[in-house]
């Protein structure tokens, strides 16, 4: 009796190992990383070396070249029920000093929104860049946790540059899964 027992518990714990075995190798293959590099059409990065913080101040136009994504939506960290609106007089004020960045939004000539965000609380500096670390749990249809981080940096011809990163770790449909990748956006300044 003790030994059919014994085989059977044994016989359990391998179906355990080859359960978690085949879990680690679906999450090891259910991964994709897409990055995708600074588009040579672009006006080239500004320099960073030796550069702590650079000054990303201006006013921009608050939808990207290729109009994905809104500077307002990122820089207010807005939810997908509160997006900004597609208005082509929107655009975004960015003032800075040596210990804040401020953003304020506006439609036409009437501000909208404005947040200040605190060095080293909010915000670092790294590489030359202002590095915004962004994290959330995923709520709709998965279960799960998206990080990443929003770099900004200034080209030569003045736009914003944003450097998107995330990756994030999760199960859809009771399937594991790890994703992640790159993006650049271009925001031009905004002229009246």
């Known amino acids: 009796m003790k030994v059919q027992a014994t085989r059977s518990r044994n016989r359990e714990l391998r179906r355990a190992g080859h359960a978690f075995l085949a879990l680690a190798v679906l999450t090891?293959?259910?991964?994709?990383?897409?990055?995708?590099p600074y588009p040579p059409e672009w006006s080239p990065l500004v320099s960073t070396k030796g550069m702590s913080c650079p000054d990303i101040s201006g006013d921009f136009k608050d939808r990207d070249v290729s109009d994905k994504i809104s500077l307002s939506d990122v820089l207010l960290r807005r939810s997908s029920d509160k997006r900004s609106s597609n208005s082509p007089n929107a655009h975004v004020a960015i003032s800075q000093t040596s210990t804040s960045v401020?953003?304020?939004?506006?439609?036409?000539d009437a501000p909208s929104e404005s947040k200040m965000y605190l060095f080293?609380?909010?915000?670092?500096?790294?590489?030359?860049?202002?590095?915004?670390?962004?994290?959330?749990?995923?709520?709709?249809?998965?279960?799960?946790?998206?990080?990443g981080s929003n770099a900004f940096q200034k080209s030569e011809d003045?736009?914003?540059?944003?450097?998107?990163?995330?990756?994030?770790?999760?199960?859809?449909?009771?399937?594991?899964?790890?994703?992640g990748g790159s993006d650049y956006y271009c925001f031009e300044q905004y002229s009246r």
């Not at 609380?121 to 998206?146: H, M, P, W």
């Not at 003045?158 to 790890?178: D, F, N, R, W």
Request: with cysteine; glycine share 12%.
């Open 102 to 108: 401020n953003v304020t939004t506006y439609i036409g």
């Open 158 to 179: 003045g736009s914003l540059i944003l450097h998107e990163k995330s990756s994030t770790i999760g199960m859809l449909l009771l399937i594991p899964a790890v994703v």
């Open 120 to 147: 080293d609380k909010d915000f670092q500096c790294d590489d030359g860049r202002i590095v915004f670390k962004t994290g959330r749990s995923l709520e709709e249809n998965a279960v799960g946790y998206e990080w």
């Open 28 to 36: 090891a293959s259910g991964g994709c990383f897409v990055n995708k």
